[in-house]
């Protein structure tokens, strides 16, 4: 896998809301997935590009599989963990053509559809590329700051930089 060690789990892939985003997208039980589709479901389109803050969990109800939870719907704290995580899942995508959700979650994911695509628009790509922009100017200002220490905040930043060039630039 094209993005393993040099940005999942390296700071992006490697939270509670990255193994949520991937039982998440286990859960559209399809091979090609749009991020339209992922921004609607997520309300990332009503956001108007503003991902640092996270007023409340954001809460999806799952439809197609048995989650580990309780009820039927997952909740993510952190906006900008979700578009930093499916910034490299879309690389990924780019990069080999697909991604293979086992590999980003872990062989105990159930699912009929372990390896989709995800694509983008013009428009999800503006908006993933202006808001990696926005994160690695200015992490302290993000929501996620409040959980992490400084030092990591940085240095999360830094592979963010990273993976926006891979994506956006290169």
């Known amino acids: 896998m094209y993005i393993e060690g040099r940005f999942w789990n390296n700071y992006i892939g490697d ?5 949520t985003l991937v039982e998440y997208l286990a859960d559209k039980h399809k091979t090609e ?15 108007n590009g503003n991902f640092r803050y996270s007023e409340s969990p954001i809460t999806v109800e799952l439809k197609n599989i048995n989650s580990e939870y309780d009820e ?5 704290y952190y906006a900008i963990d979700l578009v930093v995580d499916l910034a490299a899942i879309l690389l990924e995508c780019k990069h080999n053509g697909n991604v293979d959700l086992r590999e980003l979650f872990g062989d105990d994911l159930e699912t009929p559809e372990p390896i989709i695509c995800i694509t983008s628009t013009q428009k999800e790509d503006e908006i993933i590329n202006n808001t990696l922009m926005e994160f690695i ?9 409040e ?22 630039v290169n």
């Open 15 to 19: 939270t509670d809301d990255s193994l």
């Open 137 to 145: 100017s200015a992490p302290l200002e993000f929501d996620l700051s």
């Open 147 to 168: 959980m992490c220490p400084e030092e990591d905040m940085f240095e999360m930043a830094e592979v963010c930089e990273n993976l926006r060039k891979e994506l956006y």
């Open 33 to 47: 997935l749009s991020m339209e589709e992922i921004f609607s479901d997520l309300g990332f389109d009503k956001r």
């Open 72 to 76: 039927n719907f997952v909740e993510f």
